[in-house]
């Protein structure tokens, strides 16, 4: 069973166009993240949702907006998307209350805007 | 500056070999410090944690925290070459901090 699952695996889009990537979890957790990894492999946070409520979002262009239907879910929609956006966007999960630093990652989404 | 730096790599070495990675940072108030293993084309996943400072051994790897240096490290022992991927240090002011601090990650290629 997959854990934290994202769709799509691969995004190949133009710029300004918009898009969405969905996040789903099985795991229980309670607390969702979305991350950005740039093409040297650098890890950033860009949101977080804990039980359905934003509690984390970084200084993130406000192109970028995340929707948490529920707990198990997790969704991000980019518009007008930039050529700057290209990078593999991960979807991660926890429990909160004593182990946060314990992360379930997604498979990622790859975005290439042309 | 970053609050969390990691040494660059990329790193080779033959089968067999100890592996030492490292990572320094800034935030003295760091508490749990975090190494995850990457796969290619996969997702970050957490090989093991650490609070405060001393040693953790988890079969091959060994994680230390020297807190008064701001320094950390992971060893692989006997590395296989399975052991090869990314290895990205992370960092938490607590264990509610939803929050973690990455650094950029060490690519390790391990040689059969």
């Known amino acids: 069973d997959t854990a934290v699952s994202q769709t799509p695996k691969y995004l190949v889009t133009q710029m300004g166009n918009d898009k969405s990537i969905k996040c789903e979890q099985n795991?229980?957790?309670?607390?969702m993240y979305w991350y950005k990894q740039d093409s040297k492999k650098f890890l950033k946070i860009m949101f977080s949702y804990n039980n359905k409520e934003l509690i984390i979002n970084e200084t993130v262009p406000n192109r970028f907006s995340p929707k948490s239907p529920d707990k198990a879910h997790l969704n991000l929609h980019i518009n007008s998307l930039e050529l700057g956006d290209s990078a593999v966007y991960f979807c991660?999960?926890?429990?909160?209350?004593?182990?946060?630093?314990?992360?379930?990652f997604g498979p990622g989404t790859r975005l290439t805007v042309t | 500056q970053k609050e969390v730096e990691q040494d660059p790599g990329p790193l080779s070495v033959p089968e067999g070999a100890i592996v030492s990675l490292n990572c320094t940072y800034s935030n003295s108030a760091f508490q749990y410090f975090m190494w995850y293993r990457q796969y290619s084309r996969k997702g970050p996943e957490l090989l093991m944690y650490?609070?405060?400072?001393g040693n953790k051994e988890d079969g091959r790897f060994t994680a230390q925290v020297d807190k008064s240096s701001k320094y950390i490290s992971l060893f692989i022992r006997d590395s296989q070459p399975s052991d090869s991927a990314t290895y990205l240090c992370?960092?938490?002011?607590?264990?509610?901090?939803?929050?973690?601090?990455f650094g950029a990650g060490t690519t390790v290629t391990v040689r059969a």
């Open positions: 991660a999960s926890s429990h909160s209350g004593g182990r946060t630093y314990e992360q379930y």
């Open positions: 795991l229980g957790h309670d607390t």
């Open positions: 992370a960092m938490s002011v607590s264990s509610n901090d939803y929050k973690l601090s």
């Open positions: 650490t609070y405060s400072s």
